[in-house]
């Protein structure tokens, strides 16, 4: 079984830039965005932000910059963009 973490928060550089993701359970946890990507795409571990309706999975997707996480655009707009910085 594939372990799941709730992310939480989100640290972000100085122009907004977001730089990696952190939560409290089942410790305080922080990992850089290069990791998580590879996280997802290994199947080591998943990701998910608390939604209105339950939980939205956070997933790869692919831009003309590169790699980058976001919540599933089935489940609406980007949850990650509004969480507080770590």
């Not at 972000?12 to 990992?31: A, D, E, H, Q, Y």
């Not at 831009?63 to 509004?82: C, F, M, Q």
Request: aromatic content about 8%; overall charge negative; hydrophobic content about 45%.
């Amino acid at each position: 079984m594939i372990q799941t973490f709730e992310v939480e928060a989100v640290s972000r550089n100085r122009t907004g830039l977001m730089m990696g993701i952190c939560g409290s359970k089942p410790f305080t946890w922080s990992v850089w965005i290069a990791d998580v990507v590879d996280d997802i795409e290994g199947d080591r571990y998943r990701y998910f932000v608390a939604g209105q309706t339950g939980p939205v999975a956070v997933v790869v997707a692919l831009t003309d910059e590169g790699k980058i996480i976001r919540t599933d655009p089935a489940a609406g707009d980007d949850l990650l963009v509004s969480l507080p910085n770590c």
